[in-house]
Structures are given as structure tokens and as C-alpha cells.
């Protein structure tokens, strides 16, 4: 699902300098998803993401969790303004490792206006870099990230071994009542993984698997939303599943969707009334006061029967915390599940994600 709430003070303080309203784009039915185009920047549109989770084993058979997520935002700027330092562009990233030997969560951030040699968007295939941190797609297909924050870094590869997986309508992925509530949206679910990771000077070679998001978007969340819940599962069996709830300001569920790929590459895309989470477990931030349903119980109405999955963390202390930096506060979780491993996203739990 993924992000637009997680953008830095700055920037906002930017958008409301602006003299006019910048014209966005209005994300709409009917797209019709192009490759290797759709993989790259859409500079008009407000805001997009590519984001990267997954799990990783070490060659001693130890499992480790990661994240790596860029950001592209379009700030309201005046498009006839005619400084080279107008920041018509702003690259941000995230990175976290999640190690349960430890029950720690290490992170990093990075965030820059394009260009000067400082960041990148590249369009026409995926090629996005802020300084020394990147995720680039070759022309064969592969994804490659190079990830140096402090206490750790990844160098990771990833092969797809799937084709890609449209969300909503054929990449209209509706997020609210009113139909521009909505982004362009596909995964790639079970990407094969192998690279490194160091922590503390020392690399150890990993294998893996992993899912891969990509959405944008001129207008996400609708002004009553409170945060969401997002999953995106890999199966044993090939089948993959993405399901997502955006939790309404006061309670209640203001919209739902998702979408499975069956082990024999049928796709059902999820209806609002056909998802469902409900707690079971929380897990109280001593950092942020913030109370997150870290092991949830997923309901899926498949083919008129409901089909349920346990969401169990890999440990409970996957918070990110980046208000230092002006990001706000979220979880971002390895899960296991029945048949299954992926990550789970909880927003909006310690204040309002506003956009």
C-alpha cells in the first residue's frame, strides 16, 4: 500500500508557501499498465512509492526481516518559477532491518531534491538513488538496492520469478468512497533474493524472498482516515495475497481491498466487505505510547467461503520512529502465517496520518 503520510515537515511547509495550486494529475479507471515504463518515475502525479519487504536467511540458517522504500514527491511549486533551486522534486528513503536474535529494529533514512548529483528518479524503468543509497532495475528484469545506514547495510538482488500482479481494477486501486481516492498500484510478489548484509563491519551472505510495491497517486486517504492496515503475504505454494483496511478517524472501516493470486495464477480482487483484520495481540511503543494490534487474524471471503490467516510477528518491537527527522511514527513488520511469510504496515496508530 504504502505511503504518502510519510513525507518530511519541510516539504509541507513548502506546499503551503505555494502562491497556486499545482495542477495534479487524477488517478482514474480504466488504466492500462505499461512495462518497463510503469516500473520508473511518474513525475506529474503527486506522490509515488517503490517498496521493498521481506524475509532473509543467513547461511547459518538465522532469519532476518528487511525493508527499503523510496518516496517521489511533487511539492505544489510554480511550475514557471525558474530557479534551478525550486525543489520541484523531493526524493526521501527508508530502510530498516528487523533481527528477532536481537528484537531490535535498526533504521535509516535519507531524503533529497533531485538533482545536483544528489537524487534521482529516473523514468522510463526504475532507477532511484539519493546519494549513496539506490534501487535500480537492469533491462533483463532483476532489481538490485544498495542500502548504507547507520549499523548496517544490504546489497540485494532481486529476481522476479512471477509476472507482475495488477491491484484493483487493472491498476486502479480505489482507497476511499469518492472514485479519485485511489492510486495506480501493481506488486510483484516472490521476488528471489541474494546479496549481503553487514552489521557492525561484518557481511554475511543471504538468500530470501521478498514482495515488491508500486503505487502512485494525486489523492490517497480521504480527510476522515485515520492510518491503515496493509499485508502482503508470499505463500508456499506460489499463491500470493495482498489485503488492506483504512481505518476511519473515530472508528470503524471507511474502505478494504486487496487481491489474491492463486498457485495456478488466478486472480480475485477483493470487494471492501470481503476483507477483514481483528486483533488479537498489542504491543505498547515505551518510545511513543502508540498501541499496535501487532498479531492479527486476516478474513477473506474467497469464492463464498471465508478463509482466515494468523498474522504473527516476527517480534513485537518493529516500530519506526522517525519524528527526529520529521517522518512520522509507524510498524512495519515481518509476519508469519499459515503457509506463508510477508510483512505487515500499521499507520495511523499514535496520531492521524495527514497528507
Known amino acids: 500500500m504504502r505511503r504518502p503520510g510519510l513525507l518530511f515537515t519541510w516539504v509541507a511547509m513548502v506546499a503551503a508557501a505555494a502562491p497556486a495550486a499545482t495542477p495534479y494529475p487524477v488517478v482514474r479507471p ?7 515504463v510503469d516500473h ?10 517503490w517498496y521493498v519487504t521481506g524475509w532473509l536467511k543467513t547461511a547459518d540458517g538465522k532469519d532476518l526481516g528487511f525493508q527499503i522504500t523510496f518516496f517521489r514527491t511533487r511539492p505544489p511549486i510554480d511550475p514557471r518559477n525558474p530557479s534551478k533551486f525550486a525543489a520541484r522534486q523531493v526524493l526521501l528513503a527508508h530502510a530498516a532491518l528487523s533481527d528477532p536474535a536481537t528484537g531490535r529494529l535498526l533504521h535509516g533514512e535519507r531524503a533529497a531534491r533531485q538533482g545536483f548529483g544528489l537524487a534521482q528518479a529516473g523514468i522510463g524503468n526504475a532507477d532511484i538513488a539519493i546519494r549513496d543509497w539506490r534501487l535500480q532495475r537492469a533491462a533483463d ?65 543471504v538468500t530470501g524472498e521478498a514482495w515488491l510495491d508500486r503505487e502512485w497517486s494525486s489523492s490517497y486517504l480521504a480527510p476522515d482516515a485515520q492510518g491503515w492496515d496493509w499485508t502482503g503475504l508470499n505463500f508456499d505454494d506460489g499463491s500470493a495475497l495482498m489485503a488492506f483496511r483504512i481505518r476511519r478517524q473515530g472508528g470503524g472501516v471507511l474502505w478494504a481491498g486487496g487481491a489474491r493470486r492463486g498457485a495456478d495464477g488466478t486472480t480475485t480482487a477483493f470487494k471492501p466487505r470481503d476483507v477483514s483484520f481483528r486483533p488479537l495481540a498489542t504491543w505498547q511503543s515505551k518510545a511513543t505510547g502508540a498501541v499496535y494490534p501487532v498479531m492479527q487474524l486476516l478474513s477473506i471471503r474467497l469464492r463464498g467461503r471465508i478463509v482466515r490467516w494468523r498474522l504473527t510477528p516476527m517480534f513485537a518491537a518493529q516500530e519506526l520512529d522517525s519524528r527526529r527527522s520529521g517522518l512520522p511514527v509507524y510498524w512495519e513488520g515481518a509476519v508469519r502465517t499459515r503457509g506463508g511469510r510477508g510483512y505487515l504496515e500499521l499507520t495511523g496508530y499514535d496520531q492521524p496520518l495527514t497528507m
Do not use: C, M
Not at 30 to 36: A, D, E, K, Q, S
Not at 170 to 185: E, F, L, T
Open 141 to 205: 528484469g532483476r532489481w538490485r538496492a544498495h542500502i548504507a545506514a547507520n549499523g548496517f547495510a544490504l546489497a540485494l538482488a532481486f529476481q522476479p520469478t512471477q509476472p507482475v500482479l495488477p491491484q484493483g481494477q487493472g491498476g486502479y486501486s480505489r482507497k476511499g468512497p469518492r472514485p479519485d481516492q485511489a492510486s495506480y498500484y501493481y506488486s510483484i510478489p516472490h521476488l528471489k533474493v541474494s546479496g549481503e548484509v553487514q552489521r557492525g563491519g561484518k557481511a554475511v551472505s
Open 30 to 36: 480504466g488504466i492500462t499498465l505499461r512495462f518497463p
Open 40 to 49: 520508473g518515475a511518474h513525475p506529474s502525479f503527486r506522490t509515488e512509492w
